[in-house]
């Protein structure tokens, strides 16, 4: 495939004008300035610059009351969730009160368009049908958002509708950031009006396409099935890191279809080699596809979501298609093999128990959560030794007899890794899971996933 190439728009200077000018004059002299994450004024204590995996403070002079007036005044007002914009900007300010409702605390978190983002998917937002994106907070779903609803809007002549709480996707103000293109933008004051103003969107405007940002209710669920159900394409995001999240979410569950009991006759349930009562998908689901955000340059890509939650609930997960950008700026594509899904590793209350606890020893834990993570397994990683299943242990380590022997003491096996490389480290995880080896497709990948360069893009998050 081509080459992914973005043009980011960030509007920085709007937000500096802003700040106090000791700080803003400090951060325009800062090199990185085109990584900053956000700002944090907090009274009585330093002003800090945020960046991907570091705090930088601006100044030894805490924050005074006048310093957080002085934003505070020059800004749009903050609603009832505590937060306001810059006009035709992207960027966000948070505030935190005290108890007599005086703000005391800012968080200026700077806001960035970015074209190409999703290039890798563009194929999917081109079908018409309906996307849910999944992922933790800052991985990129709102960014990837207001790019799908520009290409749909502006490439394709679609009418779409952007349903933006708090205005979080499209900017502060009356008129729209471009970033959105020719979207509409339907302004929501505060989250609890989210479902309701979903539907008046569909009853007033005609869209072809809603686009929504966080789903997090059953009563914004509804809503989207109610979308759905009159043909309009839904693009949106909502809580949790996998669709295995979902199913196990009794509020959004009905978004992938919901599930129900269902008591089989006899016959039946022999012929599945099953109990007689069995969990099924209730009806069909509300987003066709489902995309797991893993971090800026990878995506788990489920493309029938009605074939995943059956074959979940009959003891299997289907394979997603991974695609990621390699360090030449590449797309590539690799299908996972299904898993079978323990079914003592999930109890009614959807937890995970039996999950194996690991205590790396001298490895890299971000990429040891990395690898975890893109391997979909039951893992987790453990900073007490005494909840450990399994000890990884760097082999140029293996001398330090003291760490050995406390795992001798507490029975748990050592595992070594050769290097401190997600290459090495998911060998490693084969072996303490009990895995077959890994196709030549999952080499490659975890070999490019060591290029520097593809590490430095993997750790510069969206916004």
Do not use: W
């Not at 081109?126 to 990129?140: D, F, K, N, W």
């Not at 289907?318 to 093999?337: F, H, L, S, T």
Request: proline content about 4%.
């Amino acid at each position: 495939m081509e080459l992914i190439e973005q043009q980011i728009t960030d509007n920085l200077e709007e937000l500096l004008v802003h700040l106090p000018a000791q700080i803003a004059d400090t951060l325009r002299q800062e090199d990185s300035l085109s990584e900053l994450l956000e700002v944090v004024l907090d009274l009585g204590r330093e002003p800090e610059a945020r960046y991907p995996g570091r705090i930088k403070y601006l100044s030894s002079t805490p924050v005074t009351q006048a310093d957080i007036d002085h934003v505070v005044e020059h800004i749009g007002d903050f609603g009832e969730d505590n937060r306001a914009g810059i006009e035709r900007t992207l960027h966000r300010i948070s505030c935190i009160r005290n108890r007599q409702g005086k703000i005391i605390g800012l968080t200026c978190r700077v806001g960035r368009a970015v074209q190409g983002t999703i290039d890798i998917i563009r194929d999917l937002v081109e079908s018409g049908r309906s996307i849910l994106a999944l992922g933790r907070p800052g991985v990129g779903k709102t960014t990837k958002l207001r790019e799908i609803a520009r290409i749909l809007a502006d490439d394709l002549q679609k009418r779409v509708v952007v349903i933006d709480t708090s205005n979080e996707i499209a900017g502060d103000g009356d008129i729209p950031h471009p970033a959105i293109g020719r979207a509409r933008r339907m302004q929501v004051r505060t989250p609890a009006e989210q479902h309701a103003v979903m539907i008046e969107a569909v009853e007033n405007h005609m869209p072809e396409v809603i686009v929504i940002d966080e789903i997090s209710t059953k009563a914004e669920a509804d809503a989207a099935r109610t979308i759905a159900e009159r043909g309009v394409q839904l693009i949106g995001t909502a809580h949790g890191n996998s669709i295995e999240n979902l199913i196990l979410n009794p509020s959004l569950n009905d978004l992938v279809g919901g599930i129900e009991s269902v008591t089989l006759g006899d016959e039946e349930a022999k012929r599945r080699g099953t109990q007689k009562t069995v969990l099924e998908r209730k009806a069909p689901p509300t987003f066709d596809i489902a995309i797991e955000i893993q971090d800026r340059y990878q995506l788990a890509i489920h493309l029938d979501v009605s074939e995943v939650v059956d074959q979940y609930l009959r003891g299997k997960m289907p394979g997603p298609e991974i695609r990621y950008i390699d360090a030449e700026g590449k797309v590539k594509k690799i299908k996972e093999q299904p898993a079978e899904i323990d079914r003592h590793m999930v109890n009614v209350t959807g937890e995970r128990e039996s999950v194996m606890h690991i205590y790396p020893y001298a490895v890299s834990r971000s990429q040891l959560e990395r690898v975890i993570k893109t391997m979909r397994l039951p893992a987790r990683v453990t900073k007490n030794m005494d909840e450990a299943d399994a000890l990884m242990l760097l082999q140029s380590y293996k001398k330090h007899r003291k760490i050995i022997d406390a795992a001798g003491a507490r029975q748990i096996p050592v595992y070594l890794v050769r290097s401190n490389t997600i290459y090495q480290i998911q060998k490693s995880l084969r072996q303490i899971m009990q895995l077959d080896a890994a196709s030549d497709e999952e080499e490659d990948m975890f070999r490019e996933m060591d290029d520097p360069h593809y590490l430095d893009h993997a750790a510069y998050p969206d916004f």
